[in-house]
């Protein structure tokens, strides 16, 4: 415990996680699990505090071991709510020196506050951490002290919801089950490679989820705590709204128990999800916080219908199915499972995997984004792994042998990806966010980048990337107005915008799938970008179209990418966002 405290106090730790604060925790923890498995192989019978040491502790050492911070830059507005919170009383952005070097979509402007921009639950759970982590820095907040605290605290709430979710297994099912679903929560799932590594919002989702299964599941001998279940389930949707389908099928779990029970638990999470609308609506201006303008406006959704739904389960970089390939064993655990409440519980955690999926796989960037490996399953981990539970009481040892050896591999995956920096710069060396493409490759995916030690990019791949000579310069202006993203085009394609810089119209070229277009570039007035935008002055000239030719012979419909560079004359140049579209000739 001591040595998990260590990184709240700099003075002691200054290189936390790197250094010998890392080292030493794996090493003890090495050291501890042999000494109590020697203890149950000697026959003695396990405590409560052998169970401890043996997960909890060693968990924490791998979790932190891997001596790297891998925030997201999403975070970068969440991982300081509580620090504002406990030094100032408020959730404004503005003063705090720290936020000026981190990346501006992460918050946004409310009513002449600079409030986070993605959900603020993981950052209230952190309050109290910050609180104790601050008397050890002596009131001292610095951007290093920032990344030491999230890593820090993202790592031990993670520990901590596979022991509350343990605890709650063993109540229920046994020990048996119990340690082998939580040995796939904490290994085979992505808590490894996200949940432990930065305050994700699906961190804290884990979290109160964990909790919620920890209150609602039928403990031998214990006493159900429906409504402290639902209150833990409104957090879980402050923390990510997305929560709502763990929440919504808990309600039906809680019914089937009893209808009293699935009252109390109704009753505490519609009353706790009411208040935080209505706080939301107070700061934010938005019932869902800034995060609901975020996440209805356009472009967040919209998947391509079938890829992203065969995407989310079989693409070698972020197919769930890929890196967690225990879940093909699922038609055999659902053969396995016996009727009684384990047989609910099963049914419902299968509806939670579907939802999810259903959910992540109508999100245009189904992939999200720049992670590791299919982060969007995160949050319901504890369904998942409790999956597996007919399949580690099964009488047939094949099962068992097969279930071992795919939750091996995923575990061994989830290790490498953590520990290795190349694969978490996987997603900005590929530029997934531009080129989805990729996530289809084998040669070039995040998974051969985590077992191949020498993986680099292919020359393939690097030769299919825009080649724009050149200097990059991204404050110069411009736009591709037309296709939209994720369009379907029949026929000529189409494409339209402006650019423009002080004085001078910039050139337009056109690159589709990595190739000049070859298209001729028409000039049009824009005034309204003109009265927009005054210090560019003249627009006569600032608005452009093209007409593509369609690229394939066969005439099938498929998906390209559509990228627009604007160039000055001295040779600098901006490159738009790529746009994705689907795209067939005429019949």
């Not at 901590?160 to 605890?167: D, G, P, Q």
């Not at 091996?408 to 290795?420: G, I, P």
């Not at 049009?524 to 007409?547: H, K, N, T, Y």
């Amino acid at each position: 415990a001591l040595l998990a405290a260590v990184p709240l106090v700099p003075r002691l730790t200054p290189a936390w996680p790197r250094g010998w604060s890392g080292l030493l925790p794996l090493a003890l923890g090495g050291v501890l699990v042999s000494l109590a498995l020697v203890r149950f192989v000697s026959g003695a019978r396990p405590r409560m505090r052998d169970l401890l040491v043996v997960g909890a502790f060693p968990l924490y050492a791998l979790y932190t071991g891997n001596g790297l911070t891998l925030p997201s830059a999403d975070n970068a507005a969440t991982r300081r709510i509580a620090s504002q919170l406990v030094t100032r009383g408020t959730l404004d952005l503005a003063h705090d020196p720290p936020y000026e070097e981190s990346f501006a979509w992460a918050a946004v402007t409310v009513r002449g506050r600079l409030l986070p921009a993605y959900p603020v639950g993981m950052g209230l759970l952190q309050v109290p951490y910050v609180a104790v982590a601050l008397a050890g820095s002596h009131g001292s907040i610095t951007p290093s002290l920032v990344a030491r605290w999230e890593k820090h605290f993202a790592a031990l709430l993670t520990v901590a919801s596979v022991a509350i979710f343990f605890f709650a297994v063993a109540g229920s099912f046994g020990r048996r089950a119990a340690w082998g679903t939580s040995s796939v929560l904490a290994l085979a799932t992505s808590l490894l490679t996200c949940a432990a590594q930065s305050m994700w919002s699906l961190t804290g989702e884990l979290f109160c989820t964990s909790l919620a299964l920890m209150f609602l599941m039928p403990g031998k001998g214990g006493r159900r705590s429906p409504a402290a279940a639902g209150a833990t389930m409104a957090g879980a949707f402050l923390c990510r709204p997305t929560a709502l389908v763990s929440l919504f099928v808990l309600g039906v779990l809680a019914w089937r128990e009893g209808r009293r029970e699935a009252v109390r638990y109704g009753l505490t999470a519609v009353v706790g999800i009411a208040a935080i609308l209505f706080w939301q609506l107070r700061v934010f201006g938005n019932a869902f916080g800034a995060y609901g303008a975020m996440g209805t406006g356009e472009g967040m959704w919209g998947g391509m219908i079938p890829s992203s739904f065969v995407g989310t389960l079989l693409s070698p970089s972020r197919g769930v199915l890929v890196w967690h390939p225990w879940l093909l064993l699922l038609p055999f655990a659902a053969m396995n499972v016996r009727p009684g409440s384990l047989r609910e519980w099963w049914r419902g955690s299968a509806a939670v995997l579907f939802l999810t999926w259903l959910l992540a796989s109508l999100l245009t960037r189904w992939w999200g984004g720049g992670c590791l490996g299919p982060r969007y399953f995160t949050g319901v981990a504890p369904f998942l792994a409790l999956l597996t539970a007919p399949l580690w009481t099964s009488d047939s040892r094949r099962l068992r042998a097969a279930l071992v050896a795919t939750v091996t591999f995923a575990s061994v995956t989830q290790l490498l990806a953590a520990y290795n920096p190349k694969v978490a710069g996987w997603s900005f060396l590929v530029n997934v966010d531009d080129h989805p493409r990729v996530l289809w490759s084998v040669r070039d995916s995040q998974l051969a980048a985590a077992w191949w030690p020498r993986w680099r990019i292919s020359d393939a791949y690097l030769s299919t990337l825009p080649r724009i000579p050149g200097r990059e310069d991204g404050s110069l202006l411009g736009s591709l107005d037309e296709p939209r993203e994720g369009a379907m085009v029949v026929g000529p394609l189409h494409v339209k915008g402006w650019a423009r810089a002080p004085g001078e119209d910039l050139d337009v070229r056109l690159f589709l799938d990595g190739s000049i277009a070859g298209a001729r570039v028409r000039r049009f007035p824009r005034l309204d970008v003109q009265a927009a935008i005054p210090p560019l002055g003249d627009c006569s000239r600032a608005g452009w179209e093209s007409v593509v030719e369609f690229p394939t012979r066969d005439g099938s419909s498929e998906e390209h990418e559509l990228t627009a560079v604007f160039f000055t004359r001295d040779g600098r140049f901006r490159s738009y966002p790529v746009r994705h579209v689907t795209w067939r000739p005429a019949p």
